[in-house]
Every structure is written in structure tokens, then in C-alpha cells.
């Protein structure tokens, strides 16, 4: 075999290698990386209670991908009662950007009102769940 067939076969293992190594790290930064720009973009031209579409489209497409890849899950809460009152639902919201700033969560109600689908790390599942049931939701 020659030295460039060599060469070449030797950058190739080293690349199958390093993406075998790193890639799913690499997917994972890039899908954290276009969230935020879909929810900073969701900040700029939303409301409280309204999303501009294809932003929040792009939010959820990079939020189902992290799901994919394990750096989110999703788990589904009961709700003790019907939904929450705007007033509080935008003070929940206000706390929840306090204490879980990164930004990759997102709550869902059912649209009956019975039960409420959360999506988030992993590792801040138990905070979400406290801070869920102090606001009397239950999982």
C-alpha cells in the first residue's frame, strides 16, 4: 500500500474514531445551542402567554432532538385540580425562569386540563417535582 493510501486510511479511522467519541457531545451542544436561539428569539417577539409559531416550532424541534440524544426527558404530572388561573401560571413562570435559568424545559397541559407534561434534565427532575407540588400538582 502506498504512504498516501496509508495516510489517508489513517485519517479516516482517526475520524470515525473521533466522531465516535465526541459526536454525540457535538449534538448535543448544537441542539442546546439553536434552542436558546429559538427561546431568545420566542423572548424577543412573544408574550407571556403567546409564542411567535415558527419559533416555537424551532424550540420544540430542537427540544424533541435533546430527548432523542437522553439530555432531556419528559414525565407527565396529574393535575389535583383543573389548570392553573393565568396569574398563576405567569407566576409560576416567573419562579420557574429563576430557579431553572438554562431554558430547555417547557410545560404542556393536556388539552382537558388533567394533567400537565413536563420536559427537563434529568438531574432537575426532583426540583421540578417539588416545585410542582408545592403548586399542589402531583405526578
Do not use: C
Request: hydrophobic share 45%; net charge positive; proline share 4%.
Amino acid at each position: 500500500m502506498s504512504s498516501s493510501k496509508t495516510a489517508a486510511l489513517v485519517i479516516a479511522v482517526v475520524a470515525v474514531l473521533a466522531w465516535g467519541l465526541f459526536g454525540h457531545r457535538l449534538w448535543v451542544r448544537y441542539h442546546i445551542w439553536r434552542a436558546h436561539a429559538a427561546a431568545e428569539m420566542m423572548r424577543r417577539y412573544g408574550t407571556p402567554t403567546t409564542m411567535p409559531v415558527a419559533y416555537s416550532a424551532r424550540f420544540t424541534h430542537h427540544q424533541r432532538a435533546l430527548i432523542r440524544l437522553g439530555y432531556l426527558v419528559e414525565r407527565r404530572f396529574d393535575l389535583s385540580h383543573s389548570l392553573p388561573t393565568r396569574d398563576s401560571t405567569l407566576k409560576m413562570q416567573a419562579t420557574t425562569q429563576e430557579r431553572f435559568p438554562e431554558g430547555l424545559w417547557s410545560l404542556g397541559p393536556a388539552s382537558d386540563g388533567s394533567w400537565i407534561n413536563l420536559t427537563a434534565r434529568p438531574d432537575e427532575m426532583e426540583s421540578w417535582e417539588i416545585l410542582l407540588a408545592d403548586n399542589d400538582w402531583k405526578r
